[in-house]
T-cell receptor, first 111, second 115 residues
Framework: KNEVEQSPQNLTAQEGEFITINCSYSVGISALHWLQQHPGGGIVSLFMLSSGKKKHGRLIATINIQEKHSSLHITASHPRDSAVYICAARPQGGGADGLTFGKGTHLIIQP | KAGVTQTPRYLIKTRGQQVTLSCSPISGHRSVSWYQQTPGQGLQFLFEYFSETQRNKGNFPGRFSGRQFSNSRSEMNVSTLELGDSALYLC??????????????FGNGTRLTVT
């Protein structure tokens, strides 16, 4: 069974700071998702990656398949980045298992 | 293009009752997956449907069931509700499903409260 761990659970930072959220998983995966959830519940898919690095605006996601680890970085953080960030792992080889989710990182960016 | 639509947004039910939630995917998407989110357990995968067939199933009791119609709309049903079923239920649609490289698009969820 895949275990997905995120750290930190909670993070408060000042506007402009560089933010890093970490995600580790226990078994081989074929892809990892980074999701953003704002108060009210709506979830937005930020990245889906299976190797290397992806960038979108101020957001960067990296994954190291050998070390079973992924990071989400936010550069020049802004109060509107305040949200819960969740990573989710897709198991390797298909099969009947769906995504396994981390517990989320609650990020607050103060002005 | 309209996003993923979930109805209703809020629902209050009593223990022992049953409930049906609806999810309309983005036009052209054939996969709909369902998730339960609670403060204690976080997000958990319930099941995935693709072209009217259940393709994957999470570790939930048989009281949780679903189906998908020919227009890709999906419903999930929870029978004999328990207090612990109180949660935000989210669905997501994608072109070809969780096991592919097509991204997931989430609805805003249905918040179910069981009293």
């Amino acid at each position: 069974k895949n275990e997905v761990e995120q750290s930190p659970q909670n993070l408060t930072a000042q506007e402009g700071e560089f933010i890093t959220i970490n995600c580790s998983y226990s078994v081989g995966i074929s892809a990892l998702h980074w999701l953003q959830q704002h108060p009210g519940g709506g979830i937005v898919s930020l990245f889906m990656l299976s190797s290397g690095k992806k960038k979108h605006g101020r957001l960067i996601a990296t994954i190291n398949i050998q070390e079973k680890h992924s990071s989400l970085h936010i550069t020049a953080s802004h109060p509107r980045d305040s949200a819960v960030y969740i990573c989710a792992a897709r198991p390797q080889g298909g099969g009947a298992d769906g995504l396994t989710f981390g517990k989320g990182t609650h990020l607050i960016i103060q002005p | 293009k309209a996003g993923v639509t979930q109805t209703p947004r809020y629902l209050i039910k009593t223990r022992g009752q049953q409930v049906t939630l609806s999810c309309s995917p983005i036009s052209g998407h054939r996969s709909v997956s369902w998730y339960q989110q609670t403060p204690g357990q976080g997000l958990q995968f319930l099941f995935e449907y693709f072209s009217e067939t259940q393709r994957n199933k999470g570790n939930f009791p048989g009281r949780f069931s679903g189906r998908q119609f020919s227009n890709s709309r999906s419903e999930m049903n929870v029978s004999t509700l328990e207090l612990g079923d109180s949660a935000l239920y989210l669905c997501a649609s994608s072109l070809t499903g969780q096991q592919s490289n097509s991204p997931l698009h989430f609805g805003n969820g249905t918040r179910l409260t069981v009293t």
